[in-house]
């Protein structure tokens, strides 16, 4: 089973400021088939990326995916107050699917 | 628009049965696969299984295999979640998703379920 490793557990930020999230896994993810979702509270996930960079319809370009192999990251560009959330990375190149523990982005 | 609605919520006994469903909506609901994901209280994502509507062809994660069963009636687009048995570690949101290469594009709200 791959394990994904999320870092930092908490990134407090402020608006307009830049966000780098990381998933590292404990594998090679087969053909960057990692995704990136967001949750607000009381909410369900919402996708954002996959296969590691591809937008998800209706996503701001301020949220890019980048990454290969074992390492992947979620940027940011310019944190806007509805960013503030719950991020979640999944690999799906490898059984079983596993999701990481998630990054906790709050308002400094 | 494309939609997944799921049932609502359910409070059951610990040894009761149950089924919760997630009906899709707005697109060729037998071609594309559904997932279903488990977040306990104030927990992660956690992936369940899958199901491809056209044929029910099912995958279980390994620490649900046995646990649940999950199935599909694509003449009314709804695909179900099952427990003969639940347990009080049962409770949790479950959420389906359309999975169209493993990652979910669309999310129901999710289906609340306590066991008490």
């Known amino acids: 089973e791959i394990v994904l490793t999320q870092s930092p557990g908490t990134l407090s930020l402020s608006p307009g400021e830049r966000a780098t999230l990381s998933c590292r896994a404990s594998?090679?993810?087969?053909?960057?088939?990692l995704a990136w979702y967001q949750q607000k509270p009381g909410q369900a996930p919402r996708l954002l990326i996959y296969?590691?960079?591809s937008r998800a319809t209706g996503i701001p370009d301020r949220f890019s995916g980048s990454g290969s192999g074992t390492d992947s990251t979620l940027t940011i560009s310019r944190l806007e107050p509805e960013d503030f959330a719950v991020y979640y990375c999944?690999?799906?190149?490898?059984?079983?699917?596993?999701f990481g523990q998630g990054t906790r982005l709050e308002i400094k | 628009e494309v939609q997944l609605v799921q049932s609502g919520a359910e409070v059951k006994k610990p040894g009761e049965s149950l089924k919760i469903s997630c009906k899709g909506s707005?697109?060729?609901?037998?071609?594309?696969?559904i997932a279903w994901v488990r977040q306990m209280p104030g927990k992660g994502l956690e992936w369940m299984g899958i199901?491809?509507?056209?044929?029910?062809?099912?995958r279980y994660s390994p620490s649900f295999e046995g646990q649940v069963s999950i199935s599909a009636d694509k003449s009314s687009s709804t695909v179900y979640l099952q427990w003969s048995s639940l347990k009080a570690s049962d409770t949790a949101m479950y959420y389906c998703?359309?999975?169209?290469?493993?990652?979910?594009?669309?999310w129901g709200k999710g289906t609340t379920v306590t066991v008490s």
């Open positions: 999944q690999q799906y190149g490898s059984s079983p699917i596993t």
């Open positions: 594998q090679i993810v087969s053909s960057s088939f």
């Open positions: 296969d590691a960079s």
């Open positions: 199901i491809y509507p056209g044929d029910s062809d099912t």
């Open positions: 707005g697109y060729r609901f037998s071609t594309y696969w």
């Open positions: 998703g359309r999975a169209p290469n493993y990652y979910m594009d669309v």
